[in-house]
T-cell receptor, first 112, second 114 residues
């Protein structure tokens, strides 16, 4: 089955800095890669996703890149703000299946 | 905005008891899921449900677990004979289609087995 590794487990940045979270996956048949943000005590919410037919996707301050050859994908947050502080999870889904395999999560702390 | 709702938010049960966790998926969604997250660990897939039957399940989802859609709105997870290691946050999710479509998560039910 799929295995997703996520790094780092914690990330502290100053407000305005960029943050990068990296994930690797094991199954080359994976074709869908969402990123979820979970604030303390709240539900995971999708912030951006990417499918295997593209290499990069951007939505305002958030971008995701995908390298299918290396089987890794990354979340980039620019101009971080304190409200970006949360746990971020990457996930992968194998083509033809609806199951999401999650990484362990990254706790992002943005200091004012 | 439509949401997946779960009840209860917190459930405490004695070891060996049965619990039922309830979820109301988003109304036009066809795929339903249960995931769990043991404290400090990753979110793990348990089961997916489509067209009134289980479509996928993980090795975690053994005979202790069952799912049901008893009516047109609820989706339940039953855990029989609970064990201490079943203590976790259980998330329900739903998606409009399977595969590469967004899964919307509920806020979770924290299950504590004592």
């Amino acid at each position: 089955g799929e295995n997703v590794e996520q790094h780092p487990s914690t990330l502290s940045v100053q407000e305005g800095d960029s943050a990068v979270i990296k994930c690797t996956y094991s199954d080359s048949a994976s074709n869908y890669f969402p990123w979820y943000k979970q604030e303390l005590g709240k539900r995971p919410q999708l912030i951006i996703d990417i499918r295997s037919n593209v290499g990069e996707k951007k939505d305002q301050r958030i971008a995701v890149t995908l390298n299918k050859t290396a089987k890794h994908f990354s979340l980039h947050i620019t101009e971080t703000q304190p409200e970006d502080s949360a746990v971020y999870f990457c996930a992968a889904s194998i083509r033809g299946y609806s199951t999401l395999t999650f990484g362990k999560g990254t706790m992002l702390l943005v200091s004012p | 905005e439509p949401e997946v709702t779960q009840t209860p938010s917190h459930q405490v049960t004695q070891m060996g008891q049965e619990v039922i966790l309830r979820c109301v998926p988003i109304s036009n969604h066809l795929y339903f899921y249960w995931y769990r997250q043991i404290l400090g660990q990753k979110v793990e897939f348990l089961v997916s449900f489509y067209n009134n039957e289980i479509s996928e399940k993980s090795e975690i989802f053994d005979d202790q677990f069952s799912v049901e859609r008893p009516d047109g709105s609820n989706f339940t997870l039953k855990i029989r004979s609970t064990k201490l290691e079943d203590s976790a946050m259980y998330f329900c999710a739903s998606s409009e289609r399977g595969g590469d479509t967004e899964a919307f998560f509920g806020q979770g039910t924290r299950l504590t087995v004592v």
